[in-house]
């Protein structure tokens, strides 16, 4: 027993060698229970995302494909369009040539000139060529030099 009198105060005790530990209490069990799914739940689950993951790939495909026939026909777009402005030079050009080329047109443009058509034609003939080529077209040396000696 202790030699402080039963009669003291609180403040006046002696403090205690150890302090009172708090209650510790072992309960007993097992590991904790988890809910588990069944099987067949979660192969349906791995079915349901493989079939989305194959329906996301179909679609970006889709998507891939539709967006380059969207191009294409642009491009046809561009293309028609080239095509109809080079008919309608073609077709301008045609219309030209003709009107540059008529005869008619050509005397009064001469005449306009001072050009007038000539009195008289005459013709010069040429002697023959000394250049002789052999049967595949090359210059032959020995036929020109043949052909120098007879003029």
């Known amino acids: 027993m202790s030699a402080v009198p039963a009669y003291t105060r609180a403040a006046e005790r002696v403090p205690e060698r150890y302090p009172e530990r708090p209650r510790i209490s072992v309960v007993p069990g097992g590991k904790p229970h988890v ?31 539709t ?16 095509i109809d402005t080079a008919r309608s030079e073609g077709s301008s ?13 050509i005397k009064s443009e001469a005449t306009a000139l001072g050009m007038a058509a000539p009195e008289s034609t005459s013709k010069i003939v040429l002697p ?5 080529t052999d049967g595949s077209g090359n210059l032959s040396l020995s036929q020109s030099l043949a052909a120098a000696a007879r003029s």
């Not at 809910?35 to 790939?57: G, M």
């Not at 967006?67 to 080239?82: G, Q």
């Not at 050009?93 to 047109?105: D, G, H, I, K, Y």
């Not at 023959?128 to 002789?132: K, L, N, S, T, Y």
């Open 93 to 105: 050009l045609e219309v030209a040539q003709s009107s540059l080329s008529n005869p008619s047109r």
């Open 35 to 65: 809910e588990t799914l069944s099987p067949a739940i979660v192969a349906l689950a791995r079915v349901v995302a493989a079939a989305l993951v194959v329906l996301a790939l179909v679609a970006f495909a889709r998507i891939a494909l």
């Open 128 to 132: 023959e060529d000394i250049v002789a």
């Open 67 to 82: 967006a380059a026939a969207v191009n294409v026909e642009i491009e046809s777009k561009s293309y028609d369009s080239l």
